[in-house]
Structures are given as structure tokens and as C-alpha cells.
């Protein structure tokens, strides 16, 4: 182990001071800083054409015990107020709200991002970047991966308090780790034209709050249309207008153990 690894894993155990803390890490981003700018031509491309052939996520469940599914109240208490997971930039910024904005912002510029995309985040965390785009560019059409239940519930719950119908939030790694094969929709609109289209499926898993059409009008367009067909809504509200009380229901926010549960059932 080399004495900067050493040097990280006590700063992470032991109670340093902050300077040091900050010194630490000033030196580590100073040194990669270095090595990226010495980087022989075409290293980076080379990177991004071997993870073509990774999977989109590793040990998903060990991720999820560490600390994924965790409380959010917890991440209230120790993140900033857009619960940015990863990092923050100070340039310009003197408060932990301001270098969250700087750090979104930055992103976005450096992803050229621009109003009118599809976008797709993988791994999204609390939803700061992703709640940030559907925000700042209300013509893109944004869908969030999430490996967490709590996190999607969360997210889920913000676009809907701030009015964001263009942002969907899809947990497809649950039900793939189940043994499930997920056929991922767009919306209510897009499924019932999978269906249309000879798609024929085991189950309907949907949320209730999307744009458009509801899970509740889409559930009861399936059964109207295609009865053997299972249906399950997910939802985070108590109380959902016109549902069946008969129809299959999975509350927000659930855990993979509850999730399997839901399924079995059906």
C-alpha cells in the first residue's frame, strides 16, 4: 500500500484536523490534476470503449447495505440542502448551497447539456443533478437510475412537489436482480403501444404519478384491454384517487425483500 493510500485511509478513520484534512486533499487533486494533463493521446477514448463492455453497475447489493438504504433524513442532516452526493466547487461560491449550484452548473457545461435532450443519468443518487436539470431545462426529457428505493422515493416526491412531469426515476436493477427481464417504458402511452404491439408481459409494474396518463388510468386501460395481464401500482401517496381497492399495491418507499414480496403475491 502506498503511503498516500495510508495517508487517505487515516484521514478516514481517525479525528484530523481539518487543515490537514484540506491540505490532504488539495495535494490528491493536485497530483491527479498532474497526471491527467501528461496523459498520452487517446487514453481517455481508450477508457470509454473498455467500459462499452462493463456492466452499468457492480455489486449493487453490497452497495445497497452499506448505505444506500439508508434513512434520507439522514442525508438531510449531513449533505446540502439539494443533497449533493459527490462533490461540490468552490469557485465563487462561500456557502455549501452556492458550490452545490456552481458544481451542477459545471456539469451541465462540461456534458453540454442543453434544453430540448434526452438525458439519461445512471446512478443519481439523491436526485441533485437530475432534479437540477429538469429545472433548469423544462423541454429535455430526464431519466434517473437509481439502485435504491428510498433515493427513487425521494426524488420521485421532490419532482412532484416542484411540478417536474419531465423527469422519471426507474429502479430496473431490483427487478433484474430478482430474475425478472424488464422491458423499461417511457410512459403510460409508450406501454400501452408495447401492448398494442404484441408485447405480452407477466406483469405491469407502474408508477401512479406521471405525466399524462396515471398509473391508475393505465392500470385500467390493461385490464380493460389484456386481463391475464398482472398489474402493480407503486405509489408514495396514501391516498390515490379512482384505485381499485382490489388492485395490487406497493407504498413508497420499499426495499428489494418488500418489492419480491409484492411480486409474489400477485
Not at 81 to 90: A, D, G, I, T, V
Amino acid at each position: 500500500m502506498t503511503l498516500a493510500a495510508l495517508a487517505s485511509r487515516a484521514a478516514e478513520r481517525l479525528p484530523v484536523p481539518d487543515v490537514l484534512t484540506r491540505l490532504g486533499i488539495s495535494t490528491m487533486v493536485g497530483r491527479t490534476r498532474r497526471k491527467l494533463a501528461m496523459s498520452e493521446a487517446g487514453v481517455e477514448a481508450a477508457f470509454a470503449r473498455s467500459m462499452v463492455e462493463r456492466p452499468i453497475a457492480e455489486f449493487t447489493q453490497a452497495a445497497n447495505t452499506q448505505h444506500y438504504e439508508l434513512p434520507p433524513a439522514f442525508f438531510a442532516r449531513v449533505l446540502g440542502p439539494r443533497r449533493k452526493y459527490s462533490s461540490c466547487l468552490y469557485e465563487g461560491a462561500s456557502t455549501l448551497a452556492e458550490a452545490e449550484i456552481v458544481a451542477l452548473e459545471a456539469t451541465a457545461a462540461h456534458a453540454g447539456l442543453a434544453d430540448g435532450q434526452d438525458v439519461l443519468e445512471l446512478g443519481c443518487g439523491w436526485g441533485s443533478l437530475s432534479l437540477w436539470m429538469a429545472e433548469r431545462y423544462p423541454g429535455s426529457r430526464i431519466t434517473a437510475v437509481s439502485n435504491s428505493a428510498p433515493q427513487r422515493g425521494y426524488i420521485e416526491a421532490e419532482a412532484a412537489a416542484r411540478g417536474l412531469g419531465n423527469l422519471r426515476v426507474i429502479t430496473a436493477d431490483m427487478l433484474t436482480e430478482l430474475g425478472y427481464k424488464v422491458y423499461a417504458a417511457e410512459s403510460a402511452g409508450a406501454a400501452l403501444a408495447a401492448l398494442e404491439g404484441g408485447l405480452r408481459p407477466d406483469v405491469v409494474m407502474t408508477d401512479h404519478l406521471m405525466p399524462g396518463m396515471t398509473g391508475v388510468e393505465l392500470t385500467l386501460a390493461v385490464r380493460a384491454r389484456w386481463p391475464a395481464v398482472k398489474l402493480l401500482l407503486v405509489s408514495g401517496f396514501a391516498e390515490v384517487e379512482g384505485l381499485d381497492p382490489a388492485l395490487p399495491r406497493l407504498p413508497k418507499p420499499f426495499v428489494q425483500s418488500e418489492l419480491a414480496a409484492a411480486l409474489e403475491c400477485l
